[in-house]
């Protein structure tokens, strides 16, 4: 059934509407927060009695410090902040120095020891949220040993350089983390060539950050996305996909100019049939429904691979996840012999 739905969304601009509004549709509970008028104010604090549960963030907060499993996020639509623990239950909020305040509290009755050693920086595609990578940093967690980090993100509310300054900000607050890798889906890939766009240091060319490591990209839209370009004039496409559907289609050029490749090693895992028609007749050559293969291609790519597997079950396919713990680990997807570099 998944798999119908991903044909019929690219092979008809109208179900893609459909289909996005969907996906993009809050859960109950999402919203109710944001329009509280006491807690759009700069100065308000409120520490909870007792947690109170919450989705965790879907369309409308993004993460901005991450700690053992504890988050705090922001409130993109009034701008205030909340704080959740590992089980997404929100234990107060305020601004931002109220939230990190009370989490040092928490720590210290807690006695939470400090995070270490190397760990993963994972960001979702467009109109989905973290739990679609749950299967993935699960592996990451339990297979690769790594400290998964898996981000939230407003994707569709804000531009793609705003959820880099999120993510910018989820990095500086990394305290004793000693390697990070990052792996992004689709327009998570975006956003983290964006945040590099950043760390570089134009007199080098190197990253600021000595901890980068790996990165590994899943279906990414590495030189935009023709469907978005097609549907740019479409009221419900605008609509669901705001902003970030603008750059990768008619906005592209523009944004292009300010992604980074990454200064440090990278693979790219693309899907496709491998049949130089793909699955979606509306793209050109091979492609994943949603993004061709040449899309996804970018020079400098240490490896490469491409499997037959649809865009959005990337994150879910074995191959997937395990050619990206071997990159992550070793620097290469099966084996040094059968490395495919992109020039």
């Excluded at 993009?24 to 100065?43: F, H, K, L, Q």
Aim: glycine share 10%; proline share 7%; hydrophobic share 40%.
């Amino acid at each position: 059934m998944r798999m119908i739905r991903e044909t019929t969304t690219f092979g008809c601009p109208a179900a893609a509407c459909v289909v996005a509004l969907w996906l993009a549709a809050p859960a109950g509970g999402e919203t109710i927060e944001s329009v509280r008028p006491d807690v759009a104010r700069p100065d308000a604090t409120h520490v909870e009695w007792l947690p109170v549960p919450t989705l965790g963030g879907k369309q409308f907060w993004a993460d901005e410090l991450f700690f053992q499993g504890w988050r705090i996020q922001k409130n993109v639509i009034t701008g205030h902040y909340r704080l959740v623990d590992p089980h997404n239950r929100r234990h107060g909020w305020g601004t931002f120095a109220q939230c990190r305040n009370q989490l040092a509290e928490i720590r210290r009755q807690r006695d939470l020891p400090p995070m270490h050693g190397t760990a993963v920086i994972v960001l979702h595609g467009m109109i989905r949220s973290r739990s679609s990578m749950n299967c993935l940093c699960g592996a990451l967690r339990d297979q690769g040993g790594f400290t998964v980090i898996n981000i939230t993100y407003a994707s569709t509310r804000r531009s793609v350089e705003e959820h880099a300054q999120s993510l910018a900000r989820v990095v500086e607050n990394l305290e004793g983390i000693e390697r990070i890798h990052f792996v992004g889906h689709s327009l998570g890939n975006i956003v983290i060539r964006r945040y590099l766009h950043d760390q570089i240091d134009p007199a080098t060319g190197e990253a600021r950050d000595p901890r980068f490591g790996r990165m590994v990209m899943l279906g990414p839209p590495n030189h935009g996305s023709p469907i978005a370009e097609v549907l740019a004039d479409n009221v419900a496409f605008r609509l669901v996909t705001s902003t970030p559907g603008q750059e990768l289609g008619v906005d592209w050029p523009a944004i292009e100019a300010e992604l980074a490749t990454p200064p440090f090693a990278f693979g790219i895992i693309a899907g496709g049939r491998g049949d130089g028609w793909g699955f979606n007749p509306l793209l050109p050559g091979d492609d994943d429904g949603a993004v061709a293969v040449e899309s996804a291609r970018l020079a400098g790519a240490a490896d490469f691979a491409l499997l037959p597997v649809l865009h959005s079950l990337l994150v879910l396919d074995r191959a997937a996840i395990e050619r990206t713990i071997r990159f992550l680990q070793h620097g290469y997807f099966v084996s040094p012999e059968d490395r495919r570099p992109i020039p």
